[in-house]
């Protein structure tokens, strides 16, 4: 059974961070850092940490960005965090911190992580990454009615409830956390320009053409709503020199009724999804036909 460590990690611009991390029976060589969503806490990856653990091969860490959960200080309200700071200054702090304890660090992304993970500087010290339902933020990824919510969504929703709350209600997203406004108005700019993130900046392409790392990025069929294949494979080919590969999920194919775009770290489908990243790690520290 893994064990938790709470821990607090200090960012490069001296923001403090909460982190835990998940260690089996002994402390293993390699680490997984769970790299959260928009709006999900850590503790909503506890599940998975705590199985990735299990492995002997490898702990994993999760942590909450600046602003969310238990790295929020203070209110919501008086939070000046920026979504880019959370992969320039959170994410690369958790980097660095693994990097000096750890001979392979690797990285499971959800969603957001994957727009946010180049901004590291240190990115290129993970051994490989594996990003679930990470996407363009742009709305020309989306088609149908499902085009017409994110359109309602970056251009009414997010304008009003920022300018009313002065941040981004969690239940704007579904959820019941809030988004600090400098994010949620970041965001809504990745959301209504063509290249995203990139927004056509010089140095924010430069910054995911000089990843260069294995990175497999996987698609669920029924995340229509938050992470349409074609908002990912947009993301996966600004990876212009990472190696990159896709995965297509199908619930049917696994004899599922849904996932969704937050279904893949639910508990009740530990048998079905979670090895899928523990496999593609696995790979890069020990020979797959090795015996244990």
Same mark, same amino acid.
């Given at each position: 059974?893994?064990?938790?460590?709470?821990?607090?990690?200090?960012?490069?611009?001296?923001?403090?961070?909460?982190?835990?991390?998940?260690?089996?029976?002994?402390?293993?060589?390699?680490?997984?850092?769970?790299?959260?969503?928009?709006?999900?806490?850590?503790?909503?990856?506890?599940?998975?940490?705590?199985?990735?653990?299990?492995?002997?091969?490898?702990?994993?860490?999760?942590?909450?960005?600046?602003?969310? $959960?238990?790295?929020?200080? #203070?209110?919501?309200?008086?939070? &000046?965090?920026?979504?880019? *700071? +959370?992969? @320039?200054?959170?994410?690369?702090?958790?980097?660095?911190?693994?990097?000096?304890?750890?001979?392979?660090?690797?990285?499971?992304?959800?969603?957001?992580?994957?727009?946010?993970?180049?901004?590291?500087?240190?990115?290129?010290?993970?051994?490989?990454?594996?990003?679930?339902?990470?996407?363009?933020?742009?709305?020309?990824?989306?088609?149908?009615?499902?085009?017409?919510?994110?359109?309602?969504?970056?251009?009414?929703?997010?304008?009003?409830?920022?300018?009313?709350?002065?941040?981004?209600? $969690?239940?704007?997203?579904? #959820?019941?956390?809030?988004?600090? &406004?400098?994010?949620?108005? *970041? +965001?809504? @700019?990745?959301?209504?320009?063509?290249?995203?993130?990139?927004?056509?900046?010089?140095?924010?392409?430069?910054?995911?053409?000089?990843?260069?790392?294995?990175?497999?990025?996987?698609?669920?069929?029924?995340?229509?709503?938050?992470?349409?294949?074609?908002?990912?494979?947009?993301?996966?080919?600004?990876?212009?020199?990472?190696?990159?590969?896709?995965?297509?999920?199908?619930?049917?194919?696994?004899?599922?009724?849904?996932?969704?775009?937050?279904?893949?770290?639910?508990?009740?489908?530990?048998?079905?999804?979670?090895?899928?990243?523990?496999?593609?790690?696995?790979?890069?520290?020990?020979?797959?036909?090795?015996?244990?």
């Amino acid at each position: 059974m893994a064990q938790a460590e709470a821990l607090v990690i200090t960012t490069g611009d001296h923001t403090e961070i909460s982190a835990t991390l998940y260690t089996g029976e002994k402390k293993s060589n390699h680490l997984i850092i769970v790299g959260p969503a928009t709006g999900a806490p850590q503790a909503y990856y506890r599940r998975f940490a705590e199985y990735a653990a299990d492995y002997p091969d490898f702990d994993a860490i999760t942590f909450d960005y600046r602003g969310i $959960g238990q790295s929020l200080d #203070g209110s919501v309200i008086d939070s &000046k965090a920026t979504m880019s *700071e +959370w992969g @320039k200054y959170d994410t690369e702090a958790v980097i660095e911190w693994a990097d000096k304890r750890y001979d392979k660090v690797f990285l499971i992304g959800h969603s957001v992580a994957g727009q946010i993970f180049p901004k590291a500087a240190s990115k290129n010290r993970i051994t490989a990454a594996y990003l679930v339902g990470s996407q363009s933020a742009y709305f020309g990824c989306w088609r149908g009615l499902w085009l017409l919510y994110v359109l309602f969504f970056w251009f009414i929703l997010i304008p009003v409830t920022t300018f009313i709350y002065d941040y981004l209600p $969690g239940w704007a997203m579904g #959820g019941n956390i809030p988004i600090p &406004k400098k994010v949620a108005l *970041e +965001w809504r @700019k990745w959301g209504i320009h063509r290249e995203g993130v990139i927004l056509g900046n010089s140095e924010a392409r430069h910054q995911f053409e000089t990843v260069k790392i294995p990175i497999h990025f996987v698609n669920i069929e029924d995340d229509k709503l938050l992470g349409p294949s074609r908002a990912t494979q947009q993301l996966m080919h600004q990876y212009k020199n990472a190696v990159t590969t896709f995965q297509f999920i199908s619930p049917k194919n696994l004899k599922l009724k849904r996932i969704g775009h937050f279904g893949f770290f639910k508990k009740k489908f530990q048998k079905q999804l979670w090895p899928m990243p523990m496999f593609f790690f696995t790979q890069f520290v020990r020979k797959l036909d090795e015996r244990k």
